[in-house]
T-cell receptor, first 113, second 114 residues
Framework: GENVEQHPSTLSVQEGDSAVIKCTYS??????FPWYKQELGKGPQLIIDIRSNVGEKKDQRIAVTLNKTAKHFSLHITETQPEDSAVYFC????????????FGAGTQVVVTP | DTEVTQTPKHLVMGMTNKKSLKCEQHMGHRAMYWYKQKAKKPPELMFVYSYEKLSINESVPSRFSPECPNSSLLNLHLHALQPEDSALYLC?????????????FGPGTRLLVL
């Protein structure tokens, strides 16, 4: 089955700096890669996703890149703000298992003012 | 309306109790999911319903019993739980189950089993 590895497990950045989180996946058939942000006491919220027919997608300060050959994808947050502090999960889906997502272990991001 | 709602927000139950968790969405989604999330861990899939039929049961113990009364509602019936079942239970929905469709999560029910 699919295995998703996520690094780093924790990330501390100064406000205004950039943050990068990387994920690798094992199943070459995976074709959908969402990123979720989970704040304390809340459910995961989708922040951006990418499908395998594109290499990069951007939404304001957030961008995701996908390298299908290397089987890795990354989340980039620019100009970080304290409200970006949360746990971020990457996930992958191969479209075969009723939409089943395989999640990475998560990255705790702390943005210090 | 792009929201998944879950009730109750918090639940404390004894090991002999029977309780139910409720999830609702009005986005017209045809797939609904139950996840279990332990502290500092990613969500773990428990069940998937597609068009009101159970499509996936991830070998979940029978003390958890899902039910999908209609396309907008999803219940999780709990009976004879163990303390290790204490966790955040998340519901999600997606338009379908093609594998490339966004799953929208609810806020979760935090369950404590005593």
């Amino acid at each position: 089955g699919e295995n998703v590895e996520q690094h780093p497990s924790t990330l501390s950045v100064q406000e205004g700096d950039s943050a990068v989180i990387k994920c690798t996946y094992s199943d070459s058939a995976s074709n959908y890669f969402p990123w979720y942000k989970q704040e304390l006491g809340k459910g995961p919220q989708l922040i951006i996703d990418i499908r395998s027919n594109v290499g990069e997608k951007k939404d304001q300060r957030i961008a995701v890149t996908l390298n299908k050959t290397a089987k890795h994808f990354s989340l980039h947050i620019t100009e970080t703000q304290p409200e970006d502090s949360a746990v971020y999960f990457c996930a992958a889906s191969n479209g075969d298992s009723w939409g089943k997502l395989q999640f990475g272990a998560g990255t705790q991001v702390v943005v210090t003012p | 309306d792009t929201e998944v709602t879950q009730t109750p927000k918090h639940l404390v139950m004894g090991m002999t109790n029977k309780k139910s968790l409720k999830c609702e969405q009005h986005m017209g989604h045809r797939a609904m999911y139950w996840y279990k999330q332990k502290a500092k861990k990613p969500p773990e899939l428990m069940f998937v319903y597609s068009y009101e039929k159970l499509s996936i049961n991830e070998s979940v113990p029978s003390r958890f019993s899902p039910e999908c009364p209609n396309s907008s509602l999803l219940n999780l019936h709990l009976h004879a739980l163990q303390p290790e079942d204490s966790a955040l239970y998340l519901c999600a929905s997606s338009p379908g189950t093609s594998g490339q469709e966004t799953q929208y999560f609810g806020p979760g029910t935090r369950l404590l089993v005593l």
